[in-house]
């Protein structure tokens, strides 16, 4: 492949309660499910992204991620499956998708998010990776990324296939797409039924309307565990039939078939192959338990549990509980930018470690502050910093340096993380600039650039560096404290001596 398979669509956080039911509610004749376990996991476009890239592929996914606690939980899954996120803004609330459920059966879906938001415009980078694409999956779920129209026209003007997963409330596909995926009941929704007319009739004639309709190159309609009914230029249409039985949760089905699809057709199959690759996929998908067992473990897929103090709570949960947390946390953080985005203004991050607080650091921040008009600082959890810097560190745990850097002047929210690069958390809070306060760009033929530069300009952020004091090194305090000498990650100290000027930035900074 010679670049990316891209996934464009509406992702949701969804949500698996398990538990057990051994009674009826008093006071009303409906069960009561006792949860014994929780699993969250990217919904919608997100996990068929997540199914692309437990293949092998370099998976881009754009798509639209909004300033709440699910945005946050859903870039930290998807950064920790190797999905690369080039994230839209988006008004309203993250849809989440909540399923209970007892001894395998749902007993009850809940939907909270409110009405779709508008998703914000792409940058420069998203349509540059929609033209390297190598393969395009449009996953549509209705809520309106599909219907962007800067992102309809790059998808109408690129020369890797398409594949499009429709929904009945989202938009056409756009003109000349090589496969269309819809399943019998939104092909029922799209193209009404003739009176009478058996499944495979109304599954045909619903596939060629859409693909006149569409001017497709093909449509293969899903149906369930008899396959996939395929319809292109000829008259007489392909029906591909599951190898097995494929009885099972069929959730994330659709997904997995589109997924595997855009797969093979990015690695030169036929259509007529993508889909047998697709049929056989998903059929071993749904006979091999759903994405229950699809997925690896949290365990293992995401980032851990971890352990702040006496506390356990999942890695997602950035930020820390207790006093002086009131600009602490999610809830801080998401409050603060629909304010400042809200009046126009300009959001400064920077990260770091933290540990040990000290001039060269409060030097840092306040050059930080001075670029916009809030500063919010990233800072690594425990469990993150003895990842980078060895089992001696952190001296100070997370919670009190969250705290000390909320306190200062220059420092509007606080927000901690467990993985080791702050990959996921810039991808939720998509600042305008990003700052650091380090070696990494002196000017000189051996300049190192910013790790988190490419992921700015996923949405066309500033990165820059900024001047510190001399002499102030976390490391070097420990080194002098102990007497010896601690160095950071790579063995270097932690804040070298000397001055660096701000590097190039993907735009220029309006106030």
């Known amino acids: 492949m010679r670049g990316p ?13 398990e538990g057990v039911v051994n009674r009826l509610c008093p006071d009303s004749p409906v069960p009561v499910l006792d949860e014994t376990s929780a699993v969250d996991r990217p919904g919608g476009a997100g996990l068929a992204a997540v199914f692309a890239a ?55 879906r809940h939907d909270r998010g409110g009405a779709s938001g508008e998703p ?45 997963d429709p929904h009945p409330r989202g938009p056409a596909a756009v003109p000349g797409v090589h ?91 036929l259509v007529s192959e993508a889909v047998q690759v697709a ?27 971890r352990r702040a103090g006496t506390n356990r709570r999942p890695a997602s949960a950035y930020g820390v509980a207790g006093p002086g947390g009131e600009r602490v946390g999610i809830a801080a953080v998401a409050t603060l930018l629909a304010e400042v985005r809200g009046a126009g203004g ?19 921040l306040q050059a930080a502050r001075q670029l916009g008009d809030c500063l919010i600082v990233c800072v690594n959890s425990d469990s993150s910093v003895t ?8 001296v100070m745990a997370e919670g ?22 702050p990959e996921a958390v810039l991808s939720w809070l998509r600042p305008d600039v990003w700052v650091k306060g380090g070696d990494y760009a002196t000017g000189g033929p051996d300049a190192v650039g910013l790790p988190e530069a490419e992921v700015l300009r996923r949405w066309g952020g500033n990165t820059v560096v900024v001047p510190y004091l001399d002499g102030r090194s976390t490391s070097d305090l420990i080194a002098r404290s102990a007497g010896g000498r601690v160095t950071g990650a790579g063995g270097r100290p932690e804040q070298p001596v000397g001055l660096v000027a701000p590097v190039s930035t993907t735009r220029e900074r309006t106030r």
Do not use: M
């Open 279 to 305: 049929v056989a996929e998903a059929s071993a998908y749904v006979a091999g338990g759903g994405v229950a067992t699809a997925l690896p473990p949290p365990e293992q897929s995401f980032p851990p549990v």
């Open 179 to 269: 496969l269309a995926t819809p399943n019998e009941s939104e092909v029922r929704e799209l193209v009404p039924a003739l009176p009478g007319a058996s499944r495979l009739a109304t599954a045909s004639r619903g596939a060629q309307g859409l693909r006149r309709r569409w001017r497709a190159g093909a449509v293969a309609v899903t149906l369930g565990g008899d396959g996939a009914l395929l319809c292109h230029a000829g008259s007489t249409p392909l029906v591909v039939p599951t190898p097995g039985s494929a009885e099972g949760d069929t959730c994330g089905a659709g997904d997995r078939f589109a997924a595997a699809a855009s797969l093979a057709l990015a690695q030169g199959a």
């Open 400 to 421: 009190d340096r969250a705290r000390l850097l909320a306190a200062l002047s220059c420092v509007d929210a606080v927000l901690v993380f467990d993985e080791p690069t």
């Open 387 to 394: 990842g980078l810097k060895g089992p001696d560190r952190p």
């Open 5 to 17: 398979v891209v996934v464009v669509g509406d992702t949701l956080l969804d949500r698996d309660v």
């Open 54 to 108: 437990a293949q092998g592929a370099d998976v881009v996914l754009v798509t639209a991620l909004a300033d709440d606690a699910g945005g946050a939980r859903l870039s930290a899954l998807l950064a920790a499956a190797g999905v690369r996120v080039y994230p839209l803004s988006l008004s309203g609330a993250t849809p989440e998708k909540i399923r209970l459920r007892a001894r395998g059966r749902v007993l009850l």
């Open 120 to 164: 914000g415009q792409p940058s420069d980078e998203v349509l540059r990776v929609l033209a390297a694409a190598s393969a395009v999956l449009v996953s549509d779920y209705g809520r309106g990324v599909a219907r962007q129209p800067a992102l309809r026209a790059a998808l109408a003007a690129t020369r890797a296939p398409v594949v499009w």
């Open 346 to 364: 300009t959001v400064v991050a920077t990260g770091g470690c933290f540990d040990l607080l000290h001039a060269g650091h409060l030097a840092t």
